[in-house]
């Protein structure tokens, strides 16, 4: 799958559009699958790395999150292994680490 991807801290141009491997899920995980994501401020901190503070978050000398972005709409794709679950419906939900 293609993914904006970045390696070290600085601005739009360390960001690449790469191939990477299609990510599975472990026990107690879920998969999703994003249709869209957001870039806000926020997102601009974690890829400049600026101001310093917010390495000890988000990796001191290159990002811990390669992919960035707030996915929005998504849906899940495989549940492994996790309990109350059901495979007869598709859910869709919207995450956001925004409270309203």
Known sequence: MKAIVQDTYGSADVLDLRDIDEPAAG??????????????????????????????VSGLRAPKARVPGIPRPVEVVTIEHCRRSSAARTPLGCLSSHRR
Do not use: K, Q, S
């Open 27 to 56: 026990d107690n995980e879920v998969l999703i699958r994003v249709h869209a994501a957001g870039v806000d401020r926020g997102v601009w901190h974690f890829m400049t790395g600026l101001p310093y503070l917010m390495r000890l």
